[in-house]
Nanobody, 116 residues
Framework: QVHLVESGGGLVQPGGSLILSCEASGFTFSSHHMIWYRHAPVKERELVAAITYTRNTNYAYSVKGRFAIPRDNGKNTVYLQMNSLKPEDTAVYYC??????????WGQGTQVTVSS
């Protein structure tokens, strides 16, 4: 059974940092693209960062230079390293695993709140 479990969210002050983790099971992690999305109240869901199974990365313009999306295939885990956090980064962050012709799976989400 496919599972994606996010962790690491919380409350952080503006300018602070957080690292989110998404641990995967039930599928071949190393052959799937991994994506972090976020969904803030009254906003559309937004793609934040993506890493392909070949380790190519892509970032939303709003987080470029502040966020990074490394993956550890040995641990079946993808991370979202978030620096210089802003109040507008406040959202529920979701992990997604997908591959053309393969699965399209989602985690339950983890709340990130950036506030003083």
């Amino acid at each position: 059974q496919v599972h994606l479990v996010e962790s690491g969210g919380g409350l952080v002050q503006p300018g602070g940092s957080l690292i989110l983790s998404c641990e995967a099971s039930g599928f071949t992690f190393s052959s799937h693209h991994m994506i972090w999305y976020r969904h803030a109240p009254v906003k559309e869901r937004e793609l934040v960062a993506a890493i392909t199974y070949t380790r190519n990365t892509n970032y939303a313009y709003s987080v470029k230079g502040r966020f990074a999306i490394p993956r550890d295939n040995g641990k079946n885990t993808v991370y979202l390293q978030m620096n210089s956090l802003k109040p507008e980064d406040t959202a529920v962050y979701y992990c997604n695993a997908n591959r053309l012709g393969g699965i399209n799976a989602w985690g339950q989400g983890t709340q990130v709140t950036v506030s003083s």
